[in-house]
């Protein structure tokens, strides 16, 4: 809890001397998913992940790393995207958040992008696999199947 709130407290103190998102980490697929509303979004290097979430006294954020978000394809990017607004709009059903976010963002997306969705798809289950992901998001195989899952929904 501790090195959360210390987290947290770092990233807010760095959002000040973010730089705009989509001016370094351009999307140059077309897509057609738009956030239901923008939130501040920007970058910095020293957030562990390729995106994070969070609130602060003036609302949600998101922060991404430009050097871990830069190793993933641009449909992840696009869906990676999309989960981290997720964490701010989706209200379940799962008891774990990141699967929470995961299907706000499969639902969000088969709606407006399929085909970025399908290649999310096939990357989780080609490229991640069984060895990928973490104890929180599953691997690549399973997070493919909540991603099914949610879409059916």
């Not at 709130?5 to 140059?28: D, G, K, Y």
């Not at 949600?60 to 871990?68: A, C, E, G």
């Not at 299907?103 to 096939?122: H, K």
Request: proline content about 9%; overall charge neutral; some cysteine.
């Amino acid at each position: 809890m501790f090195k959360k709130m210390l987290l947290t407290s770092f990233v807010v103190l760095l959002l000040a001397s973010v730089h705009e998102v989509r001016a370094q980490l351009p999307i140059t697929i077309p897509v057609n998913w738009q956030p239901p509303a923008p939130v501040r979004e920007g970058t910095d290097y020293a957030v562990p992940y390729a995106g994070f979430t969070s609130f602060d006294q003036f609302g949600p954020y998101i922060v991404y790393n430009p050097r871990l978000y830069g190793q993933y394809p641009q449909p992840m990017l696009v869906f990676l995207r999309a989960h981290e607004y997720g964490h701010i709009y989706s209200r379940g059903p799962f008891a774990n958040p990141e699967a929470n976010a995961d299907c706000w963002a499969a639902a969000q997306l088969s709606r407006t992008d399929p085909q970025i969705l399908g290649q999310v798809i096939w990357y989780l289950e080609n490229v991640v696999g069984p060895r990928g992901g973490d104890a929180t998001h599953g691997n690549g195989f399973q997070m493919a199947q909540l991603i099914r899952q949610c879409v059916v929904r």
